[in-house]
């Protein structure tokens, strides 16, 4: 595996361990049905949390959350669209970006954005 890949797996790892120390349940990682993909989907305070984390070595030249552009976030809504049909979910829908880091020494600078971006009519 290319080591964008692995940085992206231990990433989403992170991730998800993060969202359990603050009080998340996180239903599903790496979540795939048909041409749809979701990176973690979690629940808290009655909100189905649909996530997408963004791993980067470095900064420089991008930060990670910027690489969540509109065409992606139609992607994540759409995904997340069929996620709550496919499981019948009375919930609503929340959409957070968490943007990483990796530093030298394998841990990561964490950015949890909540209500990253918003569903629109189409």
């Avoid at 943007?99 to 954005?113: M, S």
Wanted: hydrophobic share 40%; net charge negative.
């Amino acid at each position: 595996m290319a080591r964008h890949n692995d940085t992206g797996k231990s990433g989403e790892q992170y991730a998800a361990e993060y969202l359990l120390t603050k009080g998340y349940v996180v239903r599903d990682m790496n979540w795939r049905h048909g041409r749809y993909e979701l990176d973690i989907v979690a629940y808290k305070d009655g909100l189905l949390v649909v996530v997408e984390v963004k791993t980067r070595s470095s900064d420089v030249y991008i930060r990670p959350e910027e690489a969540v552009t509109p065409a992606k976030c139609r992607r994540i809504i759409d995904a997340a669209d069929a996620y709550v049909k496919l499981y019948d979910l009375p919930f609503e829908v929340r959409f957070d970006i968490i943007a990483l880091i990796e530093k030298a020494d394998g841990t990561y600078d964490i950015e949890h954005i909540e209500e990253a971006f918003f569903p629109t009519l189409h």
